[in-house]
């Protein structure tokens, strides 16, 4: 079994930043893929970043030049740095991951951008 933990969200003002962590634990060989989604309430979860095996990077259009995902393969982490933060980031940030083939997702985390 393999568990993914989030973390780092919070309540932050317009204009701020949060970092997000997941980390992957369990019965890992290898991890493909990673990255992180965006869902508000009575949407689809949206991908918002991703890293692939060889290091390639994706972003969705609307977090473009403010986020940056990132990985360190020797922990099994992804991170999310996000600033620039506007109101409609508001929502819960998922991360997932396919490991040995296999996609899974994190709890969810959080995020809230109010003034």
């Known amino acids: 079994q393999v568990h993914l933990v989030e973390s780092g969200g919070g309540l932050v003002q317009p204009g701020g930043s949060l970092r997000l962590s997941c980390a992957a634990s369990?019965?890992?060989?290898?991890?493909?893929?990673m990255a992180w989604y965006h869902q508000v309430p009575g949407k689809e979860r949206e991908r918002v970043a991703a890293?692939?095996?060889?290091?390639?990077?994706d972003y969705a259009d609307s977090v473009q030049g403010r986020f940056t995902i990132s990985r360190d393969y020797a922990k099994n982490m992804v991170y999310l740095q996000m600033n620039s933060l506007k109101p409609e980031d508001t929502g819960v940030y998922y991360c997932?991951?396919?490991?040995?083939?296999?996609?899974?997702w994190g709890q969810g985390t959080q995020v809230t951008v109010s003034s």
């Open positions: 890293v692939g095996t060889g290091g390639n990077i």
């Open positions: 369990g019965r890992i060989f290898r991890i493909h893929g």
């Open positions: 997932k991951a396919v490991v040995d083939g296999v996609p899974y």
